[in-house]
């Protein structure tokens, strides 16, 4: 069983840049986990933990030698910063990597010094899901904020070419609940929310009539980039007006 989504890894070329952009403009509470992760796993971890939805979590390679570092090289060196995995968790991530197998989902063997199993972006629309134990990392009870005092995330927003497709994989083959598939007209696409037990909300978009704008955003990131992980939505307590930015290769918008 999936219990929630924690957080949404991007991978950076320089960590110290990520983390004090994170800290310091985006006013968020950073914890650097390199001096345990940076042994073990051969990669720099720091982790964005605001208050309410996902977590926003910072990865760069660090040791040529170890599984992870390599696998954050090629994805850098393939499409440079950004998005780079969503997390979930479970009771125990080798039993559900075993259900989920039962299903269709393409899991793959534990990788080296890994404490989560993942799934081929080819079986869930082009987003790699690495399912960690639940509580995998500590959630501070009054995490630091300075203004604007951003949320954590949302919203994940998955650009698909067929919503009600993908959410098929999701509901039955993740387990993750989901509102039926809506058709926006006057955006000129079909979106399907999943909503985790815990953290933000998946939204499953394809464009359905590209005269529309945001159908002719989504149609060019497909075409560019196909599946996968678009954009991700804060908000902030503060009532700032809407406004979309980019940064580490990820579109962020704030509502």
Same mark, same amino acid.
């Given at each position: 069983?999936?219990?929630?989504m924690p957080r949404i890894a991007i991978a950076v070329s320089d960590f110290e840049q990520a983390m004090t952009t994170f800290k ?32 926003? =979590?910072?990865?760069? %390679?660090?040791?040529?030698? !170890?599984? /992870?570092?390599?696998?954050?090289? +090629?994805? *850098? ?11 979930? =968790?479970?009771?125990? %991530?080798?039993?559900?990597? !075993?259900? /989920?197998?039962?299903?269709?989902? +393409?899991? *793959? ?84 929310i999943v909503r985790p037990p815990k953290g933000g909300l998946i939204e499953l978009v394809s464009p359905i009539d590209v005269s529309k704008q945001p159908a002719q955003e989504l149609e060019s990131f497909l075409g560019s980039k196909g599946e996968g992980i ?26």
């Amino acid at each position: 069983m999936i219990t929630s989504m924690p957080r949404i890894a991007i991978a950076v070329s320089d960590f110290e840049q990520a983390m004090t952009t994170f800290k310091n403009q985006m006013g968020m509470h950073v914890v650097d986990f390199s001096p345990e992760t940076v042994p073990s796993l051969g990669a720099h971890v720091g982790m964005c933990q605001p208050v309410g939805g996902s977590n926003i =979590e910072l990865m760069a %390679p660090s040791n040529p030698n !170890e599984p /992870l570092s390599q696998a954050l090289q +090629k994805f *850098l060196d393939r499409r440079g910063e950004g998005i780079y995995a969503m997390m979930l =968790e479970s009771p125990d %991530p080798n039993a559900e990597a !075993e259900t /989920l197998l039962r299903r269709g989902i +393409k899991v *793959l063997p534990l990788m080296r010094g890994a404490g989560g199993r993942d799934i081929h972006p080819s079986s869930t629309h082009g987003v790699l899901i690495r399912i960690y134990p639940d509580d995998s990392v500590a959630q501070p009870e009054n995490p630091s904020s300075a203004s604007p005092h951003y949320t954590g995330i949302q919203r994940v927003v998955v650009a698909t070419r067929d919503a009600s497709l993908a959410g098929d994989v999701y509901t039955q083959g993740l387990g993750l609940a989901s509102d039926p598939p809506q058709m926006d007209t006057d955006n000129g696409i079909i979106s399907c929310i999943v909503r985790p037990p815990k953290g933000g909300l998946i939204e499953l978009v394809s464009p359905i009539d590209v005269s529309k704008q945001p159908a002719q955003e989504l149609e060019s990131f497909l075409g560019s980039k196909g599946e996968g992980i678009m954009a991700l939505h804060l908000s902030t307590s503060e009532g700032a007006p809407q406004r979309d930015f980019k940064m580490f290769g990820t579109s962020f918008s704030i509502s």
